[in-house]
């Protein structure tokens, strides 16, 4: 069964800087385009993110130059590192396929990680 764990949330001040990981539970995790997304209560959950099998890479405009997108496929990790973060940047963080839910992924989103970028 698919499971995704995310996890490296905090409260961090304004231009402070987190690194965000997903465990992702999956055979061949490296043959999947996978993204980062985020979302505001009541709002829809956002694209930050993502990155193909052959590393290839894109961003929404909102975060470009400040984040960076990784993947570890020998220890099944997803990974987001976020630089100069601004107070907007404040949402529940989750990982899964692009476009998600794709294939297996079906259904199967992680409980996300809180990140609370305030002074």
């Known amino acids: 069964q698919v499971q995704l764990v995310e996890s490296g949330g905090d409260l961090v001040q304004p231009g402070g800087s987190l690194k965000l990981s997903c465990v992702v539970s999956v055979r061949i995790f490296s043959i999947y385009s996978m993204g980062w997304y985020r979302q505001v209560p009541g709002k829809q959950r956002d694209l930050v993110a993502t990155?193909?099998?052959?590393?290839?890479?894109n961003y929404a405009d909102s975060v470009k130059g400040r984040f960076t997108i990784s993947r570890d496929n020998a220890k099944n990790t997803l990974y987001l590192q976020m630089n100069n973060l601004k107070p907007e940047d404040t949402a529940v963080y989750y990982c899964n396929t692009d476009p998600p839910e794709f294939g297996r992924f079906s259904g199967v989103w992680g409980q996300g990680t809180q990140v609370t970028v305030s002074s």
């Open positions: 990155i193909t099998s052959g590393l290839s890479t």
